[in-house]
């Protein structure tokens, strides 16, 4: 008799009912409460940025040069404020795609629960993040119509490795920004916090995506594979060219046509990306995820 090289459908779950121990635990003790974590209370001084100046889309440009150092916090503000919508806008899908795939599966398994605890940590951010963007005196910034409605089938369509992949890039991105900013004192204290929180919350998110990356993809043919890694590199690249609004910078006070034109060609800021992004790259293409269709749109979002 042949043998199999397939693995038994069940035997990845002691493996990944450990990983989700794991996770669970340390949530235990290491867990925060923005409400009472973060200081809501003092008002916003102005002479701090938003997020690092150099993490702005127009840093390194003529017309970056030519603004005041007020102009410049202003502008990272509401770069900041931007940054953390879109982040609400996708911790939702990520939310509706996690309760979809534990849906009616057992309670008991450590899986089932470390899910519902990711989804209460994402309720948590997604409040944080809107509290921390009115603070900033910034609007609710919101992606384009189109995206938006992109991102309703996504979140309905995509299951196994296409939603986990695609909530990994979004969660690494973010990551690799914010590490920068909590540690930067020319940023306002209460959005250092609110980075600081993140991080450390969102480090565990990750380890559960990459796991459940792995596990689905474990036994995936040539075909899905293929199609999968083009939908997660569609997606990628929809969510990080969602990350600024476009109207971040007339709210800033700024020329926006001008700055709008001068951020799009900014090297420096693509550069930026593309570093910050080497891990995300080299675990996706370890997944064998990094297809020669999905490499045309990480390259149009500056992500390799």
Known sequence: ????????????????????????????????????????????????????????????????????????????RQEAASVASTGIWFEMIL?????????????????????LTEVADECRHSIMFARGAAKLGAP????????????????TLAFGEAAYAAILVAEEVLDVMQRDWMRDERVA????TINNIHVVEESRHMKFARDETRKHLRNAGPLRRQINSLVVAIAS?????SMVNR??????????????????????????MRASCSGLMEFLASARLLTRPALFFYKRANLI
């Open 1 to 76: 008799m042949a043998s199999s090289t397939v693995p038994p459908k069940n035997q990845d779950r002691p493996a990944a009912q450990d990983v989700a121990r794991r996770l669970l635990d340390s949530a235990a003790k290491l867990s925060y409460d923005p409400a009472t974590e973060v200081d809501w209370n003092t008002p916003l001084d102005t002479g701090h940025h938003g997020a690092s100046p150099e993490w702005s889309t127009l840093y390194g440009t003529a017309y970056w040069q030519e603004l005041t150092e007020g102009q410049q916090m202003a502008l990272t």
């Open 95 to 115: 939310q509706q795609m996690i309760l979809r795939d534990m849906y009616a599966k057992d309670p008991t398994d450590p899986r089932f629960q470390w899910a």
């Open 140 to 155: 609710a910034y919101r992606p384009p119509r189109m995206v938006i409605e992109l991102g309703r089938a996504f979140k």
């Open 189 to 192: 204290p209460f959005v250092r």
């Open 237 to 241: 690249y929809y969510i990080v060219t």
């Open 247 to 272: 109207d971040v910078y007339a709210n800033a006070g700024l020329d926006s046509d001008r700055a709008r034109a001068e951020a799009g060609t900014n090297e420096h800021h693509k550069s930026l």
